[in-house]
């Protein structure tokens, strides 16, 4: 199975600061249709996981700018350029490549 | 709008089987472009992918290995919902279980609102 390694596990954040989450796969996540299949969730408090970005770097429909995807080989990142109260939730990569889809261990966001 | 409503009993005792459904409303379960899955999330095991059916001119189903012995991943077109069934349930299989559409692109677009099933006598 591949394995998705995240960090921080904790991160505080003051509001209006910008905040960043890593994530390494254990193999490549290159489709030979040339995209990585990475995408991020966020699971906000009594919600069900949504969809922020798929694709490695495409933004989900209706999510705000100030989310960023990117990646570099098998290292993957989830940039917030200003949070905001509302981001606050546990935030998951996870590989859609190959059966058994496999997620990371979450990374809690909160507001100092 | 797509739409996933889960139905299915939150407390299911050890040995047993936990049934969930999904009805879909906005889209088919017969569509040759989506799939259906069932993810779980619990405070050990975090996010944790369970398996999926899908129509590409036949039905198909994938499992992860640690339940596939236990699972079935059902359509049922006449009422436009898919199913999850597990057997043999454990205190371990206490969980919050959610059905998802993978669409093109293999995202997770559209969540039911989430089960809580308990295992417990």
């Known amino acids: 199975d591949i394995v998705m390694t995240q960090s921080p596990l904790s991160l505080p954040v003051t509001p209006g600061e910008p905040a960043s989450i890593s994530c390494r796969s254990s193999?490549?996540?290159?489709?030979?249709?040339?995209?990585?299949?990475v995408n991020w969730y966020l699971h906000k408090p009594g919600q069900s996981p949504q969809l922020l970005i798929y694709?490695?770097?495409i933004r989900a429909s209706g999510v705000p700018d100030r989310f960023t995807g990117s990646e570099s080989g098998t290292d993957f990142t989830l940039k917030i350029s200003r949070v905001e109260a509302e981001d606050v939730g546990v935030y998951y990569c996870?590989?859609?490549?190959?059966?058994?889809?496999?997620f990371g261990q979450g990374t809690k966001l909160e507001i100092k | 709008q797509v739409q996933l409503q889960q139905s299915g009993p939150g407390l299911v005792k050890p040995s047993q089987t936990l049934s969930l459904t999904c009805a879909i409303s906005?889209?088919?379960?017969?569509?040759?472009?989506?799939?259906w899955n069932w993810i779980r999330q619990s405070p050990s095991r975090g996010l944790e992918w369970l398996g999926r059916?899908?129509?590409?001119?036949?039905?198909?189903?994938d499992y992860t290995v640690s339940v596939k012995s236990r699972i079935t991943i059902n359509p049922d077109t006449s009422k436009n919902q898919f199913s999850l069934q597990l057997n043999s349930v454990t205190p371990e299989d206490t969980a919050v279980y959610y059905c998802?559409?993978?669409?093109?692109?293999?995202?997770?677009?559209?969540w039911g609102q989430g089960t809580l099933v308990t295992v417990s006598s």
């Open positions: 998802v559409r993978e669409s093109t692109g293999s995202n997770f677009d559209y």
């Open positions: 906005g889209d088919s379960v017969s569509s040759n472009s989506v799939a």
């Open positions: 059916t899908y129509y590409r001119s036949k039905w198909y189903n």
């Open positions: 193999q490549s996540l290159l489709h030979s249709n040339g995209y990585k299949y």
């Open positions: 694709l490695a770097s």
């Open positions: 996870m590989q859609p490549l190959q059966t058994p889809y496999t």
